[in-house]
């Protein structure tokens, strides 16, 4: 999973001030050019959410006789959009202070303005900002906080694109495959209990029972959105790992956002190769985001065509989206305050009859808010969206130390790499973790959603069971519990500028669940049926219908970080669990369940 320490700067009526927290890895160099542009946008106050929710929450209920009936993008807009003279006239407003390509979406406003504009707009100076470290990333932004106009004060509740400078990251936890067979050493980490051999997408097929030359229904799609300055892929590296893994060629139909295929990074490879591969023959969507979460899902909520399932391998502990060196908000708002509206947005993408999944982090139950373990008073942290009750959050497992007593080892022996370098054999899953990995799964429960009633029985049954949880103090029993499945998220062979790498995370994980709910939506499709669209009632729906739909997950637990271990946490045990939620998919019983589905 990418951590992203990011962006939205949230905005209500403000006397501009300097900016006190910052990412430092930004340089201020001279300021912006009068007739150089800012993309931005702003949000407005929303309406009908009662209804917005209630509607997503019958239309998700598999025992409601609306189950399936999803509205259109429009629908969706006129019902939580502002009156429309509102949009109209802070459209108009911007538009007669010197900003163009103005788009109305109705409840938020998208607009390119000079940057005289801009400063005058929003009483701020603009400044080119350059990376330190990455240093062909550069952005113009102002240097303090800013003032929204009295003439539309009362319309705003977010404004993104102006303050905010974003975190850069490296990619997910890697190492480089050794060309010579005799060098090969699965993980750097001491020996530990999971199977040494490389995870290809035939592993995962057998594992988890996923038929392979799966024929899509045509409309069958699944997108893989990426943050910040993870921008590529490259095609020619699909067409090597097709070759090396013996998997057919993935079938990449739409670039959205800005793409530099010449300089691929490990993150938006890893999502393509696994979630194409996984979901096959679908047609898949690479979108990149200029931005963070609220950026993304209000385009997403708007675009016409959709893809119907994406995969998210990014997250930032929740008290942070708004916090010391975050979003670099402005006195009287909160970080709860932009996860709610981006929560919003998930709603509207849900009742569209599209399915977000997100990573649950790689950090453990210490999670990016502890990462150095040493927290006394907040030992625990969450993640966003990967907390979010309107995502399908998404943890990794490993494959145990392969048993000589397997009667029914994976074979992998038509993937033509695993005839060079060892590929795992074992079928036993346990919780990935560190040291054995290069990751610990994620998982807990969210500090502001509570508790949604599809996961109630579940997750109380988890609280109730005995099993040893953390100091009351440091969690919230009674809001929502993450993750709610797994999927394997531990030495992942991928093909990234034509070099082998092997890849651990929840990044892994995501993109795999969305490629088989990617088939499931096939299924439906070609029977006339609606999409899944916000799935997470139906996964707790199977469960309690027949718990053999996941492999249950009992061995481990997610004290431990990338780098350390703290002293609490969150333990496996029997049943839903915070640490790999129902378990792993097993895709003909659950596909047998979906097909009881009106």
Known sequence: MRVLLLLVFLVFCVIPAALSFRDTNWSKYNRAGKKETVDFRVALNQRNLDVLENTLLDVSNPESPNYGKHWTSEQVADLVAPEPFVSKKVANYLRKNGCNNVENHGDFIKATGPVDAVEKIFSVEMYNYKHNIKSDQAIIRSSETYQVPFEISQYVHIVSGISELPHLKSGPKSQRLRPNPKDFQATPAPAG???????VPQTIQQLYGIPSNYQNNQNTSLCLAEFAADRSYQPKDLKTFAAKTGTPLINVVKNVGPFQPTQPDLES???VQYGGATAQTADVWFWT????????SSDLAATVPAPYVVSMSWGWPEPLQCQQGIGNCTDGESSQEYVNRVNIEFQKIGL???TLLASSGDQGAPG???PSCTSRDQPISTIFPGAS????SVGATMLAAPSANNPNPIDTSDAPVCGIHACATSTQEVTCSSPSALITTGGGFSNYSPQPAWQAKAVNAYLNSGVVL??????NASNR???????LGHNYYIVAADQMNLVDGTSCSSPVIGGIVALLNSYRLDNGKSTLGFINPVLYAAYASNPAIYNDITVGNNYCTESCCATTGFLATKGWDAVTGLGTPNFKPLLSYIQTLN
Not at 470 to 475: A, D, L, V
């Open 368 to 370: 990016d808010g502890n």
């Open 289 to 296: 985001v200029n931005g963070w979460m609220y950026e993304f």
């Open 193 to 199: 209990p999971a199977d040494p051999g490389m995870v």
């Open 269 to 271: 490879t890893l999502d």
């Open 352 to 354: 569209r009859g599209i």
């Open 470 to 475: 953390p100091n009351k103090k440091f969690f």
């Open 389 to 392: 009750p309107w995502v399908t």
């Open 481 to 487: 519990g993450f993750p709610d499945v797994s999927g």
